[in-house]
C-alpha cells in the first residue's frame, strides 16, 4: 500500500502563487510516477500534471506555463508550483501515484484551492 497526503491548499488572489506537496509514504520503491487531479464544482476529474521517474512529464492545456510537477526523492514528495492562478483553478486538487509490479494506482484524500478577490 501507498499513502499519500497533500497539503498546501487554501485561498489565494488572481495572479497570485501557491504551492501544493504530496508526501508519500509505505511501499513507494515501485512507484513509476506522481501525477496532480483537480475537480472543479459541477465538473469531472482532470489530470493537471504528470512526472515519471525518467523526468517525462504531461501538462493539461489550461495551465502550461503557469504550474510546475517536481518531485524530491529523498523526501518522498512532490510539488505542484501554481503561479499566475485563475479564478477557473478552484478545485480540489488530489495527489494521484502509480506503482508497478503489480501496477496499482493511489490517490490522497485532496486539498482545497479556491482562487478569488
Known amino acids: 500500500q501507498v499513502q499519500l497526503v497533500e497539503s498546501g491548499g487554501g485561498l489565494v488572489q488572481p495572479g497570485g502563487s501557491l504551492r501544493l506537496s504530496c508526501a508519500a509514504s509505505g511501499r513507494i520503491s515501485n512507484i513509476y510516477y506522481m501525477a496532480w487531479y483537480r475537480q472543479g464544482p459541477g465538473k469531472q476529474r482532470e489530470l493537471v500534471a504528470q512526472l515519471f521517474n525518467s523526468g517525462g512529464t504531461i501538462y493539461a492545456d489550461s495551465v502550461k506555463g503557469r504550474f510546475t510537477i517536481s518531485r524530491d526523492n529523498a523526501k518522498n514528495t512532490a510539488y505542484l508550483q501554481m503561479n499566475n492562478v485563475k479564478p477557473e483553478d478552484t478545485a480540489v486538487y488530489y495527489c494521484?501515484?502509480?506503482?508497478?509490479?503489480?501496477?496499482?494506482?493511489?490517490w490522497g484524500q485532496g486539498t482545497q484551492v479556491t482562487v478569488s478577490s
Open positions: 494521484n501515484a502509480g506503482r508497478l509490479g503489480p501496477a496499482a494506482q493511489y
